[in-house]
């Protein structure tokens, strides 16, 4: 769903044919088949594009010949150009344009969409698509409008203070780009139908309440009733709000603090 504002940023041209791969339909479902994710399935057909989340070409100046719209994520796609024609695609920051030109080197002008090693870049810049170890390809602050800023930097370590307001340590020798990812409006828009939602691979979800109590820890009763728990719960029994979900990491010993919780 792209607003008529959205549209005028994006470019007027066909996606990089060499740059576009045909994913098998999983619907929902993980490497052993079993559906993983409820409420997937159908939806129109999308091609997916490789996009370079790393360092493809470095010290060379690439120019920005169109942003593109991509089916498989929230933020928008710039096509860049480099020397012998070479095409990649790549996370468009906010208020890119066609005709830009960037550049991804170990240290360089603090310029948006420029990407260097994050101990080259200065307390309170904006970064994105940021790397968790060095020369791994960028992991996360990827979706539409995040960015995450530069607090401190301290050893081997640089602080970082994550769009959730998270604070976590990164090492100083990994890359990240200049600024923050483009489609910030994203969050604002509304899908207005349920047809949409299905050309959009999203299956209907029946409320717990309706079924019966074999089926989902809410069920039962007659007419209108309380669920009787004292917090909603999953099919399976588990906490559906607040529950922590996370399991043990070796990235724990990385954050400094967590997020704070919404009231």
Not at 55 to 64: C, F, H, L, M
Not at 131 to 159: C, F, Q, T, W
Not at 218 to 233: Q, S
């Amino acid at each position: 769903m792209i607003s008529k504002k959205t549209e005028k940023v994006i470019s007027n041209k066909e996606p990089e044919k060499g740059l576009l791969v045909s994913l098998q339909q999983r619907a929902g479902r993980g490497n052993s088949g079993r559906i993983t994710v409820r409420h997937k399935g159908g939806g129109v057909k999308k091609l997916y594009r490789m996009v370079d989340f790393g360092q493809a070409k470095k010290d060379v100046v690439g120019k920005v010949l169109a942003i593109e719209y991509d089916p498989y994520r929230t933020a928008f796609i710039m096509l860049l150009e480099y020397e012998g024609k070479e095409r990649f695609y790549q996370l468009a920051p906010h208020g890119m344009r066609a005709g830009d030109e960037i550049i991804c080197s170990d240290g360089g002008d603090i310029k948006m969409g420029n990407r260097m090693r994050i101990k080259n870049i200065p307390i309170g810049a904006l970064v994105y698509n940021v790397e968790l170890y060095p020369d791994g390809g960028g992991k996360i602050v990827r979706s539409a409008g995040a960015g995450a800023r530069v607090l401190a930097h301290e050893g081997n370590y640089a602080n970082l203070q994550m769009p959730s307001g998270e604070v976590r340590r990164v090492f100083q020798n990994c890359f990240a780009s200049i600024g923050s990812v483009s489609h910030p409006e994203k969050k604002y828009e509304q899908i207005g139908k349920a047809g949409t939602s299905r050309l959009m691979g999203i299956r209907p979800g029946v409320r717990g309440k309706v079924m019966n109590p074999c089926d989902h820890p809410h069920g039962g009763g007659e007419g209108n009733t309380p669920i009787g728990l004292p917090a909603p719960r999953t099919p399976w029994g588990k906490l559906a709000r607040g529950g922590k979900t996370r399991r043990k990491s070796w990235t724990n010993k990385m954050i400094i603090s967590r997020r704070v919780k919404k009231s």
